[in-house]
């Protein structure tokens, strides 16, 4: 019996994100490079990227593009360039020319339809489906005659049966698998002919690059386990160093299921075009399997999370996405802006959707930003709570009933009566409501009710006295009594 144990490591921490290019970059891997970026920070070390564009027939340069710009929009820059997997096909060549060589390796002519037929019997006799590792011992007679018969050829890695694989995880902690678990011999390079090595496949090249970058640490979500346990045979099989393991835990939707495309919002750029903050989501992704410590909250940036950062605190079971508390973070870092931040973040917003932005003059934009501001959820509210003040709203059906109480008109008749054009404060706006309830005989909350739907035509919005104010500063406060008294 082998068993193989994994390494502790010393020297300085390096991580990798190795993101395939064959999807826009998904929220389960930036929360991977979440994890990774916040251990490098805390051990003072490196966060690397590579490309993992091995699968020639998925990966797309556009994707490849998306990952990046995404990785950058959070925050979580890497240090180096990237490493573009595709161009160390030598390297992941030579690796397997070795592993041929001392006899780890071999090559497998079985077809397609064999292993067809192979998997159908072990189903009937109810038996997990394995490679039953028919090819390990082949003559050289037997070789000769499947390669004359025009057969392409696997290369295969032996996996004992009896082999026992252990590491420590730092997620999850004592791990262990059986080698009789793993499938069988596995695959590592596809068609290769007698005289080619191939196509190398995943696990092969993820340890000879992750070796060949010097990798201290492997963080990767958990449904890497199984790859994990074939990975450490491949290191021992290589003769090389072997790097420490945390899985991470998957993250789940609202039926507890892991969260896929059927999910809908799942890229991180959704969800920057549902007008998310960068920081916001950042902040939402170190909280998804990760809990910070006591007193800490949960509102904080990266550079926060990572001096305090450690395994210990990462869950193992898995992560529900939670839609409230990622708003809910989102408005925080709204909230946080100062109204000059938010108005250049709303600005080109604003210009979108057609605002006279150019007719407001002053401070007036940044005073619209302060009303507005603490009710935002997400950047977009903005606009659709800024209308009524640059677009003169219909009156809504609440509104007209608002308007039809008794006296309402007369109220907002005696305070057009006493409206001033010069400019008004918060404390005359008031001493203005107070006169106009005494000369039309009406209690204040009929009058500070009917002006609410006189200027904004709805009955919910932000502070009455300031959107006054400032519907007041652009003219607008008398065109909209006259058109209710109209
Ligand atoms: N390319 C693999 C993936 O995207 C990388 C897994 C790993 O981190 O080793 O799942």
């Not at 991580?15 to 805390?42: E, M």
């Not at 992704?285 to 410590?293: H, I, N, Q, R, V």
């Amino acid at each position: 019996m082998q068993t193989i144990v994994s390494g502790a490591v010393t020297g300085p921490v390096r991580v990798r994100l190795a993101p395939s290019p064959t999807g826009t970059l998904h929220i389960g891997t930036a929360r991977t490079a979440v994890f990774n970026w916040l251990f490098a920070k805390r051990h003072g070390g490196q966060f690397l990227l590579r490309i993992e564009d091995t699968d020639k027939e998925r990966s797309q340069e556009a994707y490849t593009v998306n990952i990046l710009d995404g990785l950058q929009w959070l925050g979580l820059q890497w240090d180096g360039e990237p490493v573009i997997q595709s161009s160390r096909l030598a390297e992941h060549q030579a690796a397997i020319k070795q592993l041929l060589a001392s006899g780890h390796a071999y090559r497998c002519y079985a077809t397609e339809a064999e292993l067809e037929a192979m998997r159908e019997a072990q189903k009937a006799s109810h038996q997990a489906p394995r490679y039953d590792n028919r090819h390990r011992q082949l003559s050289a007679e037997q070789e000769q005659a499947f390669i004359a018969e025009g057969r392409q050829a696997t290369v295969r890695f032996r996996i004992d049966d009896g082999a026992s694989i252990t590491w420590t995880d730092l997620v999850r902690g004592e791990m262990s698998w059986a080698g009789a678990d793993l499938g069988g011999d596995m695959v590592i390079a596809r068609r290769a002919a007698a005289d080619q090595i191939g196509d190398p496949l995943y696990n092969l090249v993820v340890v000879v690059d992750d070796a060949a970058m010097a990798i201290s640490h492997v963080i990767r979500g958990e449904d890497h386990i199984a790859n994990t346990a074939k990975q450490l045979l491949l290191y021992q099989a290589l003769g090389l160093p072997i790097p420490q393991f945390a899985h991470t835990p998957l993250i789940l939707n609202k039926e507890g299921k892991k969260l896929s495309k059927r999910d809908g919002v799942t890229s991180v750029s959704d969800f920057r075009e549902l007008g998310y903050a960068a920081s916001a989501l950042a902040n939402y992704m170190t909280l998804l399997g990760w809990s910070a410590p006591e007193g800490m909250g949960e509102r904080f940036s990266l550079e926060q999370a990572a001096s305090v950062f450690d395994f210990e605190r990462v869950n193992k079971a898995g992560a529900r996405f939670d839609w409230d508390k990622l708003n809910w973070l989102n408005g925080q870092v709204l909230h946080e802006l100062s109204p000059a931040a938010l108005e250049s973040q709303l600005q080109p917003l604003w210009v979108q959707a057609g605002y006279p932005l150019e007719s407001h003059t002053g401070d007036w934009l940044q005073q619209l930003c302060t009303l507005i501001g603490p009710s935002l959820t997400l950047l977009a509210d903005g606009v659709d709570q800024a209308q009524p003040f640059f677009q003169r709203p219909d009156l809504g059906a609440d509104a007209l009933a608002q308007l039809d109480q008794p006296s309402a008109r007369d109220a907002l008749a005696a305070l057009l009566a006493l409206l001033p054009t010069a400019e008004l404060s918060a404390d005359s706006a008031k001493a203005l409501l107070a006169q106009a309830c005494e000369a039309a005989g009406v209690k204040k909350g009929l009058l500070m009710k009917s002006l609410r739907a006189a200027l904004l035509g709805k009955m919910q919005g932000p502070d009455l006295i300031d959107s006054w104010l400032l519907l007041h500063a652009s003219g607008e406060d008398r065109l909209r009594l006259e058109r209710c008294l109209g």
